[in-house]
């Protein structure tokens, strides 16, 4: 049960995943929303360190994990699991990798269907998340400036967005989907516009993993 609780959570977290590479690539904001229009306005490129805690409906820690990222806009970021598995996430513009190294598997998908019919999915760079999502409250707390965002249609798997920016950064970003489970990432260290090593995007398939090509679904 504990390897199926964890690729769950893995795989859950790579659509969270693809909403923070949204944040790093909208093109605007709403004026409701001058944190989250200040931060899409100077930031081009974002790398951080970062822990994540994965809740239960009942509040109940299920996962936790940390790494580091680096997002660059459009839609090009790389995620770095280090631990307590090691796992990488990678968008590249057009294919995004997923990458399981105790497994030696990874996973190739198209960018826009990535992780099926879900907001994150669709929150690639190429659309403005205010399509789908809308501002419904800005608010101060935990020395942040929050902006909650929530989806448009009802038939979404996911309830509510909050984005805390602490001195034009993002810091912390908390998702919760309609089943209870919510999933909290904080950012330490957090550089925007720092220098980007040429192939920070691409992703080499390491040798003897096995690679699941979905790309043509």
Not at 12 to 15: E, H, M, Q, T, V
Not at 51 to 60: N, P, S, W
Not at 73 to 78: C, H, K, L, T, V
């Given at each position: ?8 959570g893995?795989r859950?977290?790579?659509?969270l995943?693809?909403?923070?590479a949204?944040v790093?690539a ?5 004026p409701?929303?001058?944190?989250l229009r ?6 081009q490129?974002?790398a951080a360190d970062f ?10 820690v299920?996962?936790e994990?940390?790494g580091?990222?680096?997002m660059q ?6 995620w ?6 090691v796992r990488t996430?990678?968008a590249d513009?057009?294919?995004l990798?997923?990458?399981?190294a105790?497994?030696?598997q990874?996973t190739?998908r198209r960018?826009?269907?990535g992780?099926?019919?879900?907001p994150?999915?669709?929150?690639t ?7 789908r999502f809308?501002?419904?409250r800005?608010f101060?707390a935990d020395g942040?400036?929050?902006t ?9 798997d996911?309830a ?7 001195a034009?950064l993002?810091a ?5 989907d309609r089943?209870g489970q919510?999933?909290q990432?904080r950012?330490?260290?957090?550089r925007?516009?720092?220098?980007v090593?040429a192939g920070?995007?691409t ?7 096995d690679?699941?090509d979905?790309?043509?679904?």
């Open positions: 049960m504990a390897g199926r609780v964890r690729r769950c893995w859950r977290a790579a659509g995943l693809l909403t923070c949204w790093a909208a093109p605007a904001a709403e409701a929303a001058p944190e200040r931060f899409l306005d100077a930031v490129a974002y822990t994540q805690v994965v809740y239960d409906a009942r509040g109940t299920i996962e994990s940390s580091t990222v680096l806009r459009p839609g090009r970021f790389r770095n699991y280090t631990q307590p598995f996430i990678v513009g057009e294919r990798w997923l990458y399981e105790d497994l030696e990874v190739v960018l826009q269907s992780l099926g019919d879900t994150a999915a669709l929150l760079g190429r659309e403005d998340v205010l399509a809308a501002v419904t800005t101060a942040l400036a929050w909650v965002l929530a989806p448009r249609e009802a038939d979404t996911f509510e967005l909050r984005l805390g920016f602490r034009g993002l912390e970003l908390r998702l919760a089943l919510q999933t990432i950012f330490a260290a957090a925007a516009n720092p220098p090593p920070a995007f992703f080499t398939v390491p040798a003897g993993a690679v699941i979905d790309t043509e679904l």
